[in-house]
């Protein structure tokens, strides 16, 4: 995934909206209407934010019969998962020194009890 996609992506997932869409869509296929039910928004701006997550690839449109149906693209969100995953070695490296600094904060508390 290209730098600017990723960007995409993550300014697409960055809006509430845009990731509650995302979760209904990955029950399957829905028209505008039947996205926009939920929400406390006019249809156009559902369509709006339809518009963004399809620049992000995150999803892609079509026409069945008279609806135009809105389909979830999760391969930018995979590739969006594995940049995030690099970063959990960082993470992990962090609890494991946190999780060794307060066993021996615990150690040294044990120890100067058994001093009194």
């Known amino acids: ?6 960007s995409q992506v993550f300014g697409a997932l960055a809006d509430p909206t845009r990731r509650a869409i995302l979760a209904r869509l990955a029950s399957g296929d ?11 928004m006019s249809q156009p701006a559902v369509s709006r934010h339809l518009k963004v997550l ?3 690839g995150l999803i ?22 594995e940049w995030l995953a690099r970063y959990q070695a960082f ?12 066993a021996s904060l615990q ?10």
Do not use: C, I, Y
């Not at 995934?1 to 990723?6: E, N, P, T, V």
């Not at 079509?62 to 149906?69: F, K, M, Y």
């Not at 150690?107 to 009194?116: A, I």
């Open 54 to 56: 399809e620049g992000a």
């Open 60 to 81: 892609s449109r079509s026409r069945r019969a008279t609806a135009r149906l809105s389909h979830l693209e999760a391969d930018p969100l995979r590739e969006a998962t």
């Open 107 to 116: 150690r040294s508390n044990e120890d100067g009890k058994d001093d009194h």
């Open 1 to 6: 995934m290209q730098a600017d996609q990723l």
């Open 91 to 102: 993470w992990d490296e962090r609890f494991d020194q946190l999780d060794e600094l307060l």
């Open 30 to 40: 829905l028209p505008v209407r039947d996205l926009a039910a939920p929400f406390a």
